[in-house]
C-alpha cells in the first residue's frame, strides 16, 4: 500500500515562503508531482520531478518561485515556496506517477497566504 503524507503547510503573509515535504512509504517511486486545489477551483497542476531529479517541470503561474526537489534516500520530495501571494491559498497534495497516471495521492496540506 503506497503512502504519501504530506507536511510544512500551515499560515504565512504574503511575500513569505514555506517548504512542503511528501514522504513516501516503500520504494522509491519515478515521478513525483505536487498540485493544489483551492476552493470552488478544480486541481491544479504545479510541478513535477523525475526519479534523478533531472528533468523538472513547472506551471506558469509559479515558475520562478516554486521549486521542486527530492531526496531518494529518504523518500521525500520537496516543494520550496517563495514570494508566495494570497491566491496561492489553497490544499496542496503531493502524487505520485505510475503507468502513465498520477496514481497515489497524499492527503493535502493547507497553505493559507495572508495580505
Known amino acids: 500500500q503506497v503512502q504519501l503524507v504530506e507536511s510544512g503547510g500551515g499560515l504565512v503573509q504574503a511575500g513569505g515562503s514555506l517548504r512542503l515535504s511528501c514522504a513516501a512509504s516503500?520504494?522509491?517511486?519515478?515521478?513525483m508531482g505536487w498540485f493544489r486545489q483551492a476552493p470552488g477551483s478544480e486541481r491544479e497542476f504545479l510541478a513535477s520531478?523525475?526519479?534523478?531529479?533531472?528533468?523538472?517541470y513547472y506551471a506558469d503561474s509559479v515558475k520562478g518561485r516554486f521549486t521542486i526537489s527530492r531526496d531518494n534516500a529518504k523518500n521525500t520530495a520537496y516543494l520550496q515556496m517563495n514570494s508566495l501571494k494570497p491566491e496561492d491559498t489553497a490544499v496542496y497534495y503531493c502524487?505520485?506517477?505510475?503507468?502513465?497516471?498520477?496514481?497515489?495521492w497524499g492527503q493535502g496540506a493547507q497553505v493559507t497566504v495572508s495580505s
Open positions: 502524487a505520485v506517477r505510475e503507468g502513465g497516471s498520477y496514481k497515489y
Open positions: 516503500g520504494r522509491t517511486y519515478s515521478t
Open positions: 520531478i523525475t526519479f534523478t531529479g533531472s528533468i523538472t
